[in-house]
């Protein structure tokens, strides 16, 4: 009789245990809910200030001009010192990918959701394209100051014996060393993928003051792309200040920010471009028109 009592109270008991696990789920999914809300409109209202911006610019300029100093006071054995280390291969190496990938599902889902139409949202895309060209442009660009700039050598025990080879593609196929003036490339793309992901995010501000539709998913793509945006600014450090020569970083940066500049700081406030982040997407209030 007591074994029948135990048994019967065994479903009972099972029943009370999923409820408290749904309620304890509940409570999770309503604080992980708030987080993202609360998280995704600080980071927004942040990120929407031009003056905040400004103030973000003249930190990137910081870390690229005063950053190499910290490396007499930072322990030269750490991971991120090496080449091969997880974050540069994974990260660094392909951070044009990255940011695409992010950046543009941000893109993506602001600019459709805010106007349905699929054409303005492949004008905006469009802006990606432009970056990935001059990804590209700048990287042959830095190669080719390489090869005009260098000399090709075969180091000896006695010293390093200069060859008369023409270019660098030839010297490596022999076997031997090229050296000329090197543009961090890394330091480029790295300033370059701040500064455009930082333009780029500043539109979710305004895209929430419209009261435009940002469901979690959107939320979450936009936090995303926050997080990518911190790990950018700390590969960027380690970056000037483990990596390259000094002028060869300065030089990097200098070209991505003008980079920027050409496209996002000019370009786009022409008609005839892709056009500037938050281009047609709200309407135009009267004294937004004034201030045009």
């Given at each position: 009789?007591?074994?029948?009592?135990?048994?019967?109270?065994?479903?009972?008991?099972?029943?009370?245990?999923?409820?408290?696990?749904?309620?304890?789920?509940?409570?999770?999914?309503?604080?992980?809910?708030?987080?993202?809300?609360?998280?995704?409109?600080?980071?927004?209202?942040?990120?929407?200030?031009?003056?905040?911006?400004?103030?973000?610019?003249?930190?990137?300029?910081?870390?690229?001009?005063?950053?190499?100093?910290?490396?007499?006071?930072?322990?030269?054995?750490?991971?991120f010192a090496s080449h091969g280390n997880f974050f540069?291969?994974?990260?660094?190496?392909?951070?044009?990918?990255?940011?695409?990938?992010?950046?543009?599902?941000?893109?993506?889902?602001?600019?459709?959701?805010?106007?349905?139409?699929?054409?303005?949202?492949?004008?905006?895309?469009?802006?990606?394209?432009?970056?990935?060209?001059?990804?590209?442009?700048?990287?042959?660009?830095?190669?080719?100051?390489?090869?005009?700039?260098?000399?090709?050598?075969?180091?000896?025990?006695?010293?390093?014996?200069?060859?008369?080879?023409?270019?660098?593609?030839?010297?490596?196929?022999?076997?031997?060393?090229?050296?000329?003036?090197?543009?961090?490339?890394?330091?480029?793309?790295?300033?370059?993928?701040?500064?455009?992901?930082?333009?780029?995010?500043?539109?979710?501000?305004?895209?929430?003051?419209?009261?435009?539709?940002?469901?979690?998913?959107?939320?979450?793509?936009?936090?995303?792309?926050?997080?990518?945006?911190?790990?950018?600014?700390?590969?960027?450090?380690?970056?000037?200040?483990?990596?390259?020569?000094?002028?060869?970083?300065?030089?990097?940066?200098?070209?991505?920010?003008?980079?920027?500049?050409?496209?996002?700081?000019?370009?786009?406030?022409?008609?005839?471009?892709?056009?500037?982040?938050?281009?047609?997407?709200?309407?135009?209030?009267?004294?937004?028109?004034?201030?045009?």
């Open positions: 009789m007591e074994r029948g009592q135990v048994v019967g109270a065994g479903p009972g008991a099972g029943a009370r245990i999923r409820a408290l696990l749904g309620c304890l789920v509940k409570v999770l999914l309503c604080v992980a809910s708030a987080l993202l809300y609360f998280g995704s409109e600080q980071a927004a209202r942040l990120l929407g200030s031009p003056c905040l911006r400004r103030l973000y610019h003249a930190w990137l300029a910081a870390v690229v001009i005063f950053g190499p100093l910290l490396q007499f006071h930072v322990n030269s054995r750490t991971i540069n291969i994974k990260f660094v190496n392909s951070a044009w990918g990255w940011t695409c990938t992010f950046l543009g599902g941000f893109v993506l889902l602001v600019v459709f959701l805010a106007t349905r139409r699929v054409a303005v949202t492949a004008r905006h895309l469009s802006r990606l394209v432009v970056g990935a060209a001059v990804w590209r442009g700048a990287g042959r660009a830095f190669l080719l100051i390489e090869d005009l700039t260098g000399s090709c050598f075969e180091p000896l025990p006695q010293g390093l014996l200069l060859h008369e080879l023409p270019d660098r593609r030839s010297c490596l196929a022999a076997g031997h060393q090229w050296r000329g003036y090197t543009v961090s490339s890394h330091t480029f793309l790295l300033t370059f993928c701040c500064l455009l992901m930082a333009e780029e995010a500043a539109v979710f501000a305004k895209y929430l003051a419209h009261g435009l539709p940002a469901g979690a998913p959107l939320r979450l793509v936009f936090l995303l792309n926050m997080l990518l945006l911190g790990l950018w600014n700390f590969l960027l450090l380690c970056t000037v200040i483990y990596f390259h020569q000094y002028t060869h970083k300065v030089v990097g940066a200098a070209v991505g920010t003008f980079a920027w500049y050409l496209t996002y700081g000019s370009w786009y406030h022409q008609p005839w471009s892709p056009g500037s982040p938050g281009h047609g997407l709200f309407p135009r209030t009267h004294s937004s028109r004034k201030h045009n």
